[in-house]
């Protein structure tokens, strides 16, 4: 039997688009010789639909996409992801499930039983955990269909106290196919590999397995589809951020029919660079815009998202607004004119000097002579923020935040200011990833100017201001993040580790004082396994580590 | 034996101020002759806790405190709420739960089967489900213990597939207690003593509920925690938003030693108003701050929120910050004169006229005379933003937001300007609810002045400005939008009420099409059973009815 993986980029809630590009693939696959083509987990709708589920409309548009799609399955068969119904009248509304469809008929119906609810995943508030799993015969073979997480529970500190594959592997399957929307992070391919080979090891039955790819607002898909034998080796990986169609043969129980691949390790950063790059695409594209604009300071963060927009959107959809101020360095407005000139976008050059001379102006009353301070710092920062709204206001142009994780973590930010934005490019990626980042950008040519590289990182929102003034270096401030954010460990855990005691609680304190800030801010490309937004989610008013 | 509740007002993470408050309620039902004292749902660390939980000091903070508590269970006994450790392997890691204490140690744990998920819940993230049930036995009494939602699957579409009561009456329990942190909505309150009118009949027990009064960030508590007979019939209910201690004799199945109450109905606006000021007075102290700053316009929207600030807060503690512009019309700035002298709170008038003239200016290279359009609009609405910010950084100053749930629901307001603030006030507040508001504050005085009540909306941004010119009147808007975001109604079951198509189609696209504002908002004061925030999780980049 020819099996055929189809590795795609779905958007959420776009019928029309998501049904074409699955009928089109089950011509292109039936075109290959395929006797059956498996797409992936909620395929018909996109994942994460979030609450569009609870509209009653959205599952009849599911249905009746399913419906569709089944009229094209003539001469091949189909598995694709959708929701559907639970017909009992106890249990949640809504099943995650796939249908199996041969002879333009449905089949019939898998159901997932694990159902993920932690860090950006909510299954359970719109699904029942599925209890009675059945295996697909087709032609001969008899399939073990799982979805997802259904395959994740095999660690030593399981997370469900059920397993549907031991249910399924006592009807004796000949092939296991896992269909995935598992979300990228620069962790995740590495554990992904593993518990898939383990799966395989353990039912000693070979495993076809397929995940979406694209971008979902803030959450990227990066596929890596594979297919494993029986004794757990990888012996296929589709590549990464890309649609991939791919047709394997099954005999018997061996997976023939494909080159042979040597799995080539890519390093983090370029994963990461990758998946930003996908994740503003996907953001445009997906909305329905073309254009961004953003502030550049001449610093590395701007200079960083500035690169990625242009590989994104292509230079000339990309707007750079140089925004001095009187404490702005010479060479700032130097270096973010390089980078321009290095990438070939446009550029505004706009002072804020006059914005911040009204509202000194306009303040003098109510401050009567009280210093200059933060909030001075922060009027400058707001003045930029109006500045490149008015500009995406009037253009239509859509504004990319540019601020890291580091300085999101320790709220080194100014709300309303630096930290606007419709999407969050590099609030996942701490500072000295950031420096890896440019790095791996110049890795053939000087294109991140190298003084925006060398020069100490600084706001510039008063005279010979420095990040580390008030912070401490990065590789410090970003160990103690990690430890505390990623790992969650206790500031004791991390004092254990050599680190100081009172910078320590110090950095959070800051991280647990800002998440007010943290809540207002735009949605946040996720390459981490613990990203800020719907993964991390903090009380605000909390007094616990604050 | 004579059975204390204790409905009391905690906060998520301060086990100090939670500790204390459940030791000395503990010694004041003791004094008042209780057998045992009751209190709510995770009590111990304030609900809800989201990630915290996730954090392993938390969990052992949890415990200390609960071993402190224990200790003070002396000649009485204890029921608490808690997270507890899932010992098994399998499984999440906790437990929602409750300890018995009787004569300082801790007899027995009851577990919660049926975890919330929808909505603001997120249970599941954090809990695994009990399975098993034990009754209470305490002085010759027979108790069944549950946790709130444990007692809610009694509909005839129940969202669970077990239920708890149904294994502990085998028991043969001679009461029921419930203990529970179930937030308010305007409409909660009869939905809950129906629910909890049924379970007594039901299972044909007494039953004595005890809920959490307070907010914690945008959830509020209203207490209302309840006794019932076997019969059904609600023997006393306590107060709402308010702390309280009362104890009952439970002789037999009977509960005596209450002063019967008829249960007076309080209308849904001065529910949602002394939530509102709860909700205000909660978040400043527990965050530990006093004073409040607001944009004061004139309009009903700024003229409710000041009013509710200076009742919870204290006049003397409210800064009206009036910021006039070009566009602004004569009354506005008396209306809102008016207005701080009624409720004496503090003022300052600062002219955005400047800051708007130097944005002018500024961007007028870049904009090469195009015409007056959002963007200045925009430009104005920011630079308010600033002023406001700058009064909150310069002097502590917490800034409320003014938007209410209708022009957040159509995306009428501009993001970092007249959308700032560190909390929505009345972001859960249709527009035609915010008039009732006004006329409920003016019940017994012209307190919010009569012009600012009867003149026509306006955001004052370009002249002659009015709501109406772009939205349909507020009766029908809010109709609508109840209709497609409380209701979850298809446009075609709106339109079958009698609405124009092409209007119901316009007010919903509008609605998905402002999810990346609602996104960037501050949390926002739940008063509905579906309020922006938490409990509506939508994409932003999703194609479905957008």
Chains 1, 2 share one sequence.
Not at 162 to 173: C, F, G, V, Y
Not at 206 to 234: C, H, R, W
Not at 495 to 510: D, N, Q, S, T
């Amino acid at each position: 039997m020819k099996i055929a993986l189809a590795q795609l980029n779905y958007h959420v809630g776009n019928f029309e688009s998501n049904t074409k590009k699955i009928i089109d693939h089950i011509k292109l696959a039936k075109a290959d010789g395929a006797d059956l083509v498996v797409f992936a987990e909620l395929a018909v709708c996109g994942y994460p639909p979030r609450d569009f589920l609870e509209f009653e409309e959205f599952i009849t548009l599911c249905e009746e996409a399913g419906e569709e799609i089944a009229s094209h399955c003539e001469g091949i068969a189909c598995i694709v992801g959708l929701p559907v119904r639970n017909e009992q009248a106890a249990g949640k509304d809504l099943f995650n499930a796939a249908y199996f469809i041969a002879d333009k008929q449905i089949r019939s119906i898998a159901r997932k039983a694990l159902l993920p609810n932690y860090d950006v995943f909510d299954e359970y508030r719109y699904f029942e955990p599925a209890s009675q799993f059945e295996c697909i015969d087709y032609k001969g073979t008899r399939i073990a269909l799982t979805i997802c997480e259904d395959l994740w529970n095999i660690n030593n500190n399981p997370l469900y106290v059920s397993n549907p594959m031991d249910e399924l592997i006592k009807q004796r399957p000949d092939v296991m196919i896992n269909i995935a929307a598992s979300p990228f992070s620069y962790q995740h391919d590495d554990e992904r590999r593993i518990v898939l080979a383990d799966n395989a090891k353990k039912y000693n039955l070979p495993l076809l397995y397929v995940n979406q790819v694209g971008a979902q607002t803030e959450l990227i898909f990066d596929g890596g589809s594979m297919v494993f034998d029986k004794e757990g080796n990888m012996l296929d990986e589709m590549p990464y951020f890309k649609e991939y169609l791919r047709t394997y043969t099954l005999a018997g129980q061996r997976i023939e029919g494909y080159s042979p691949v040597e799995h080539v390790l890519v390093p983090d950063i370029a994963q990461i660079h990758d998946a930003l790059v996908m994740g503003i695409q996907d953001y445009f594209v997906k909305s329905g815009f073309s254009k961004a604009v953003l502030g550049l300071s001449g610093g590395i963060d701007s200079a960083i998202v500035c690169a990625l927009a242009c590989r994104a959107l292509g230079p000339e959809n990309v707007m750079a607004v140089l925004m001095p101020s009187k404490y702005s360095s010479d060479h700032s407005i130097q270096d973010a004119l390089d980078l321009v000139e290095n990438f070939g976008c446009k550029h505004e050059i706009i002072s804020i000097a006059e914005a911040a001379d009204a509202f000194d102006s306009m303040m003098a009353g109510a401050f009567k002579g009280l210093p200059f301070n933060l909030t001075e710092e922060n009027i400058q920062a707001r003045s930029r923020g109006i500045v490149v709204m008015a500009m995406s206001n009037k253009f239509g142009y859509i504004l990319l935040n540019t601020s890291n994780k580091s300085e999101c973590a320790v709220g080194y930010g100014t709300l309303y200011g630096d930290m606007c934005g419709a999407i969050g490019v590099i609030g996942d990626v701490y500072k000295t990833q950031i420096y890896e980042l440019a790095h791996y950008i110049n890795k053939d040519k000087e294109l991140i100017p190298e003084n925006t590289i060398v020069k100490p990182p600084s706001a510039e929102l008063r005279p010979g201001q420095k990040d580390s003034d008030s912070l401490p270096d990065y590789d410090t401030l970003d160990t103690i993040l990690y430890q505390f954010i990623e790992l969650k460990k206790t500031s004791k855990d991390i004092i254990a580790m050599g680190y100081e005691e009172g910078l320590v609680r110090r950095i959070i304190k800051m991280v647990n004082g800002a998440e007010f800030k943290r809540y207002q801010t735009p949605p946040i490309l996720r390459v981490s396994p613990k990203a800020f937004g719907s993964g991390r989610r903090m009380p605000i008013v909390g007094k616990y580590l604050a």
